[in-house]
């Protein structure tokens, strides 16, 4: 099976692969404070930047939600701006929305790709507002000058677990050397919480290994079988294992931490190679899609600092194909399709026909060329009528 995500590998627990001694940003950054949820340093990042109920925050129209609803919770308004095709912001739309509330522009690097930093950073100086850089899907990625995504804006939050296999996690960097720094300690994250992360890495690990209808079978019984009867132990219980891949933001878990077994795993990968191998990986699949009739790359072209966490492409019928490629073994889905991720790109007709159209292609470091061909063979077959 190929999976949409890398699966975990018990190397990554044996004691003599060490840590590694060179570490990307953002573990280089001097400020840095580790989180069981990314949410939670957005919620931290708003505080840090000293801003009041009331205030307006500039947001793109394509988003998973949960970052509107940690804005909103912490009592500010946001005000969405529209997007290019290629997902940069529109500023003509942008110096519309701009109000004399506008306290921050929250801007997303989507997938890897770098947002145009030198235009967003320049008008964030000009009006004298905040910049809140999510990295979230961009980890290990740098823009146009090598200059690591996360490290211009005044905050900026990073979510490993989408790129490397660990439980759970997310990073707040503090990058305006003005802006106070969290001088209380962060909780320790529920034991059992991270247990159900471990458990769905396991899934996916063992669904990953067996090929064909194997492969198939022991995932779905792994999935709708297993797990649903181990949360059902784990509620009578008594014990309440805290999901961190949904799209809700509770603030009781605000202050929960980094697990040391996350911690762990992060010291462990080889990153340059992760980086190498998904670029590689890209740059195939890319080669091999281009120009097949009925499919759109959303970023034709990698640029030389980049590393992609999915291949977003862009069909005419995604569901349809996600179902045909799930038939061969092939894991995608959509970036997001929640109901708040609906609801505010509704009114923006770029970001309304992305939500129709698109879907993400896996390119992770895990998969060898041949997985590679064999994804874009399925692709060709799946939207050829």
């Avoid at 699966?7 to 069981?36: D, E």
């Avoid at 009592?75 to 003509?92: C, E, Q, V």
């Avoid at 804006?153 to 490397?164: E, H, L, Q, T, W």
Wanted: proline share 9%; glycine share 6%.
């Amino acid at each position: 099976m190929t999976t949409l995500y890398p699966v975990l590998n018990p190397r990554y627990f044996h004691p003599a692969s060490g840590p590694r001694t060179t570490l990307p940003f953002p573990f280089t950054a001097t400020r840095t404070r580790f989180y069981y949820f990314a949410r939670n340093g957005i919620w931290e990042g708003l505080t840090l930047l000293g801003l009041r109920p009331g205030d307006e925050v500039l947001m793109p129209a394509f988003t998973s939600g949960i970052e509107v609803d940690v804005v909103v919770a912490y009592g500010l308004t946001p005000i969405f701006y529209a997007l290019k095709r290629n997902l940069a912001p529109d500023f003509s739309d942008v110096h519309e929305k701009l109000s004399s509330r506008t306290k921050l522009f929250y801007a997303i690097h989507y997938l890897g790709f770098p947002q145009p930093l030198d235009e967003i950073v320049h008008f964030c100086q000009l009006n004298k507002i905040f910049l809140f850089e999510d990295a979230a899907l961009s980890f290990l990625s740098a823009d146009k000058n090598a200059v690591p995504l996360g490290s211009t804006g005044d905050v900026a939050i990073f979510c490993p677990r989408k790129s490397v296999p660990i439980p759970h996690g997310g990073i707040l960097v503090v990058n305006n050397p003005s802006l106070p720094f969290p001088p209380s300690p962060l909780r320790h994250p529920s034991r059992y919480a991270t247990i159900r992360q471990v458990v769905a890495l396991v899934v996916n690990t063992l669904a990953a290994q067996h090929n064909g209808s194997v492969g198939e079978t022991l995932g779905k019984w792994l999935k709708y079988k297993m797990i649903p009867f181990m949360r059902t132990r784990i509620a009578h219980a008594g014990l309440h294992p805290v999901e961190c891949g949904d799209f809700s933001f509770d603030p009781a878990y605000a202050d929960w931490g980094m697990a040391t077994l996350s911690r762990s795993m992060l010291s462990r990968f080889d990153y340059e190679l992760i980086k190498k191998q998904r670029r590689e990986n890209y740059e195939l699949l890319a080669e091999l899609l281009r120009g097949m009739p009925g499919i759109a790359l959303c970023y034709p072209h990698l640029p030389p600092h980049t590393c992609p966490m999915d291949m977003m492409v862009l069909v005419s019928s995604p569901h349809a194909v996600i179902k045909k490629l799930a038939q061969k073994g092939i894991e995608t889905s959509h970036l997001w399709f929640e109901e708040r991720t609906r609801q505010v790109g509704a009114s923006f007709p770029k970001t309304r026909e992305i939500l129709a159209r698109h879907l993400v292609l896996p390119i992770h470091h895990d998969l060898t060329p041949s997985r590679i061909r064999r994804i874009a063979d399925a692709m060709r077959h799946a939207v050829s009528p």
